[in-house]
């Protein structure tokens, strides 16, 4: 059926629906659509105070968002990397930073010299020749600046802010730009006859509101895409056993880490995300191996300051929607499936949807083929984040609960069994364009849990001993001198960006 796909609906607000209402609104202006967004007060939104990964900041850019102006409106302060605590074993820490590790040479990745290094009795630790991880380790931060002219990779960097902060933020953006809010809850939908595609929702209080174009933002019940069109799910429990989360805030830390802490528990993992204004926490954990209740009470005892709520729960299944997209409705945000937080990449997966179907927005028909070009890349892209964080549980000597015996004999998916013997045969890694993490992540955690390969690249035994040592004292000394020059990261809050206060009064903080 031939139509024009200018009127487009979203059905929920949060950081899901706000951003990609403020995307569309911004992207297509001057196109002639007309964008709408129905959300409900009655209806919490789901969100933290958020730890966020690079490809944000250039998704704020894209969006014309004046970064000071952002950090300032959503308590925000910078992270460079996360620190996992107890994953490899009780008492060890690593760092996963953002951007590279030292420099190509011989045109093979830094890790393979860093490898000849430590074989040949080297003592340099890898976190010497990254800057994200030394600035993180020091506390300190500073913004790339188009004057550094240094041989090293820029300083990868990202955002912790307040989730409903930003989702304010960007509704006033997405406003400003033509969208319209509509209060009320879904409680109809309608389909037509001849396709099955929607026609319009019905609201509680009756309004009918029509469009050619749905896009489902309403979270973990997947009200178009899953309750009226039955895309399925793919459950991925088996290999990411955690199902439930709890979420508390508490009074901010003294000093404002530049890093997202995630430390191992006894049933899951706990995160720690630091804003100018409080602390974020949460206990990720797996419901067949801790009560509800207890996981709550050690949580709460596990703060670094007073809390200020009550844990809020949160039930997940991990997995994804099979299809994404579905006839005239496209899921985006916990709508189109979860990966837990654990490497903060829930709103990149928001973030990556909008560009996906802003890049194949249908004109005046919907092509079956670019549907399943569309599921087919987003499928590709959840299976390659899910790999990755089966990694940080399988790759783990901890047998000390029976959480982390059951996760030790975790059958690793295909596609991670190859990578990990790549790696660990001859230190390969092969990430191809498009692939969120790249080969210094997996480099980082492959390291940090102690998975150390056989063998290196031959164009890493090229320079000879001496000049080998010498270039890995000089790239070290290069990153220190960087960092070094770094002010600590609250005086670069407080000198750059720091946001009025906060009132005083206590905040529900929302999960993920």
């Not at 059926?1 to 200018?6: E, G, H, R, S, V």
């Not at 099979?322 to 005239?328: A, L, M, R, V």
């Not at 290196?456 to 000089?474: G, K």
């Not at 990153?479 to 529900?508: E, L, S």
């Amino acid at each position: 059926m031939q139509q024009n796909f200018k009127r487009i609906l979203i059905v929920g607000g949060g950081t899901a629906g706000w951003m990609t209402a403020a995307a569309f609104a911004r992207m297509l202006k001057g196109g002639g659509f007309q964008i709408e967004l129905i959300e409900s007060d009655e209806i919490g939104t789901i969100g933290v105070g958020e730890a966020t990964i690079p490809p944000i900041v250039d998704f704020n850019r894209t969006m014309g968002i004046d970064e000071v102006e952002f950090i300032r409106a959503t308590q925000a302060s910078f992270k460079l990397a996360i620190e996992f605590v107890d994953w490899t074993r009780l008492g060890h820490s690593y760092i996963h930073p953002f951007g590279a590790y030292g420099v190509p040479m011989q045109n093979v990745y830094f890790h393979h010299f860093w490898l000849r290094h430590r074989a040949q009795g080297g003592t340099l630790s890898h976190d010497l020749f990254n800057s994200s991880t030394m600035g993180a380790r020091a506390g300190r931060f500073a913004r790339p600046m188009p004057t550094d002219r240094s041989p090293l990779p820029p300083l990868g960097y990202a955002y912790h802010f307040d989730a409903g902060l930003y989702a304010a933020y960007l509704r006033k953006l997405a406003e400003a730009d033509g969208v319209r809010r509509i209060e009320g809850k879904v409680v109809d939908v309608k389909l037509r006859g001849e396709d099955g595609f929607i026609e319009s929702v019905t609201l509680g209080d009756g309004r009918v509101v029509a469009a050619d174009f749905f896009i489902d933002c309403s979270g973990f019940r997947g009200l178009l895409i899953e309750q009226q069109l039955h895309a399925g799910y793919e459950d991925w429990s088996e290999w990411l056993p955690c199902d439930r989360a709890l979420a508390v805030p508490c009074e901010r830390l003294a000093a404002t880490t530049p890093y997202t802490r995630s430390t191992a528990r006894e049933a899951g993992w706990q995160w720690r995300i630091p804003l100018q204004h409080r602390t974020g926490n949460g206990y990720v954990y797996c419901s067949q191996f801790i009560s509800d209740d207890e996981a709550a009470s050690l949580l709460l005892s596990r703060l670094d300051g007073a809390a200020r709520a009550t844990p809020r729960p949160l039930r997940f299944v991990a997995g994804r929607r099979k299809e994404s997209w579905k006839k005239n409705c496209v899921a985006i945000g916990l709508s189109s499936g979860f990966l837990e937080p654990l490497e903060s990449t829930s709103i990149h997966l928001i973030q990556t949807a909008i560009a996906k179907l802003l890049f194949l927005l249908p004109r005046d028909h919907i092509d079956p083929s670019v549907i399943a070009k569309y599921n087919a890349m987003l499928a590709t892209e959840l299976e390659e984040i899910r790999d990755f964080l089966v990694l940080h549980y399988t790759a783990t000597e901890r047998n000390d609960t029976p959480f982390w015996r059951h996760c030790q004999a975790i059958r690793k998916p295909d596609s991670l069994l190859r990578k990990w013997e790549m790696y660990e045969r001859a230190a390969v890694i092969v990430s191809p364009p498009g692939e969120l993490f790249r080969e210094s992540s997996w480099f980082a955690v492959f390291t940090g849990q102690n998975v150390i390969p056989q063998s290196y690249h031959p164009s890493a035994d090229i320079p000879s001993n001496d000049e080998l040592e010498r270039r890995m004292q000089l790239i070290s000394g290069d990153v220190r001198k960087r960092v070094d020059g770094f002010p600590t990261h609250d005086d670069y809050i407080r000198q750059n960006c720091a946001a009025p206060p906060m009132a005083a009064k206590p905040m529900m903080e929302k999960v993920m």
